[in-house]
């Protein structure tokens, strides 16, 4: 199975920041890796997929980009709403999708 | 709007069986891939299971194969996923959620709608 491994695991940062979040796979996935928000007693939401389309509905201070095995995900200006836990997800190896453990975004 | 909304979560006790229902509405539902994906408490995201738009593929994570089904009825926009032999380990919530596509190699597999999950508990 195709392993994901995010960095950091946490990241303290506050309103107006720049966070960038990245996730290394663990062979090349080409672009086949999606971003997730996830707030706390909530379900997952798909905020990147393909490494850098932006999913309907989501504003555009997200943004991913990378290729083959480093990903990033961007966010150019955190707002309140987007303290989180954000995954990625590989869909090369279909149908073995796995996810990463998570980054947690936490007000400093 | 895409409606996932999960039921049949419960406290069970090591070896029982429990199933898993998922009602969809908002888009058709024949079109779609759709997917268990399970989270337990205070852990991260675990894709367990798949199942082609028109049931004809199903795929399983190795931790749940064997034990785990999952099936659709397209008449009734229901996914299912039968859980048998349960162990503390399959402890989380169970989430449904919609595939990007028709769930099949080859096209790109992304999850752009879930449920809000139903909790399943293994304990004695």
């Known amino acids: 199975d195709i392993q994901m491994t995010q960095s950091p695991s946490s990241v303290s940062a506050s309103v107006g920041d720049r966070v960038t979040i990245t996730c290394r796979a663990s062979?090349?996935?080409?672009?086949?890796l999606a971003w997730y928000q996830q707030k706390p007693g909530k379900a997952p939401k798909l905020l990147i997929y393909a490494a850098s389309s932006l999913q309907s509905g989501v504003p555009s201070r997200f943004s991913g980009s990378g290729s083959g095995t480093d990903f990033t995900l961007t966010i150019s200006s955190l707002q309140p709403e987007d303290f989180a836990t954000y995954y990625c997800?590989?869909?090369?190896?279909?149908?073995?999708?796995?996810f990463g453990g998570g980054t947690k975004v936490e007000i400093k | 709007q895409v409606q996932l909304v999960e039921s049949g979560g419960g406290v069970v006790q090591p070896g029982r069986s429990l199933r898993l229902s998922c009602a969809a509405s908002?888009?058709?539902?024949?079109?779609?891939?759709m997917h268990w994906v399970r989270q337990a408490p205070g852990k991260g995201l675990e894709w367990v299971a798949v199942?082609?738009?028109?049931?004809?593929?199903?795929y399983y994570a190795d931790s749940v194969k064997g034990r785990f089904t999952i099936s659709r009825d397209n008449s009734k926009n229901t996914l299912y996923l039968q859980m048998n032999s349960l162990r503390a380990e399959d402890t989380a919530v169970y989430y449904c959620?919609?595939?990007?596509?028709?769930?099949?190699?080859?096209?790109?597999?992304?999850?752009?709608?879930w449920g809000q999950g139903t909790l399943v508990t293994v304990s004695s």
């Open positions: 908002g888009f058709t539902f024949s079109s779609y891939g």
């Open positions: 959620a919609k595939d990007t596509g028709i769930a099949a190699a080859g096209n790109p597999t992304f999850f752009d709608y």
């Open positions: 062979q090349g996935i080409s672009s086949w």
């Open positions: 997800q590989q869909a090369n190896s279909f149908p073995q999708l796995t």
């Open positions: 199942i082609s738009y028109d049931g004809s593929n199903k």
